[in-house]
């Protein structure tokens, strides 16, 4: 029998709303497709998704049809572009936000059917430092965090790092600079972040890159579009490989961490 092999669960996050988690998440789940990753993309906010929205989806069934027990995840997977696959969350459910502890651990064990069929899971949380956002990056073995060149947004993403690293004891976090204007002011904005981090914590901060700002995004938006697919010569197109690039390499997991996670059965047969 052959060992399973492991899956690399990339949590995409950002503490502040409107950092361009989605988008992050979407276009790099298709770059990583190209390179013949089989990617699947959770849509982890789950009481307002939008990854549907985003790329204008038509989804019959969501995870909130699998919670209640209509049916496996497998059922509610729709394909997305460039050959990802998509899990859609439900939209202006109240239940959704309020799961509880057991409830949140159903569902990413829901994930374990799927590992023969994934290689990469990118989980787009939702936005804030709620319950469902820390269960879901704790139990995501890399998270990158999105941030923009705002006051609000460096602050907003610090505190989901320090809650994340005092309480939770995280202490690798990745970061991508999204609309900025260039490579140089991308680590200008890493550098404001790594210095109030490392005053007050004990973290590794990563920088990953940047997105750069760029019309091509907006006009795919409205199109309801993947960037990368609608414009694919686009600079931030051209940006997002370069990130695939650096996220395919990165290691896979192979040991479990003693907490709940995405696939943690395939580590231990492992």
């Not at 996220?247 to 896979?252: K, S, Y």
Request: charged content about 25%; proline content about 4%; hydrophobic content about 45%.
């Amino acid at each position: 029998m052959s060992r399973p092999h492991p899956v690399q669960v990339i949590a995409v996050s950002g503490g502040k709303g409107g950092v361009g988690k989605s988008n992050v998440s979407v276009n790099l789940g298709i770059a990583l497709a190209e390179k013949g990753r089989r990617v699947v993309i959770l849509d982890a906010d789950l009481g307002l998704a939008n990854i549907d929205v985003l790329l204008g989806i038509k989804a019959k069934r969501n995870l909130q049809d699998v919670l209640n027990g209509e049916c496996d995840l497998k059922d509610v997977l729709v394909n997305g572009p460039g050959g990802i696959k998509i899990v859609p969350a439900s939209s202006g459910t109240q239940r959704m936000t309020q799961l509880s502890a057991m409830e949140h651990a159903g569902l990413i064990n829901a994930f374990s059917e799927l590992g023969d069929q994934i290689d990469v899971l990118i989980v787009d949380t939702a936005a804030g430092i709620s319950e469902s956002v820390v269960s879901f990056l704790r139990a995501s073995q890399e998270v990158l965090l999105v941030v923009c060149d705002e006051p609000t947004s460096i602050t907003d993403c610090y505190a989901l790092i320090k809650l994340m690293n005092r309480d939770y004891g995280t202490n690798r976090f990745r970061i991508v600079a999204n609309q900025v204007r260039n490579d140089q002011e991308g680590r200008v904005l890493f550098d404001k972040l790594t210095r109030v981090t490392e005053r007050f914590l004990d973290v590794a901060l990563q920088y990953v890159g940047i997105v750069p700002y760029d019309e091509a995004v907006k006009k795919a938006v409205q199109r309801q579009k993947a960037f990368l697919e609608a414009y694919p010569r686009a600079r931030a197109s051209s940006a997002i490989r370069t990130l695939a690039q650096k996220v395919d390499n990165w290691p896979l997991p192979t040991t479990p961490r003693g907490h709940l996670e995405f696939f943690v059965e395939r580590l231990i047969e492992a």
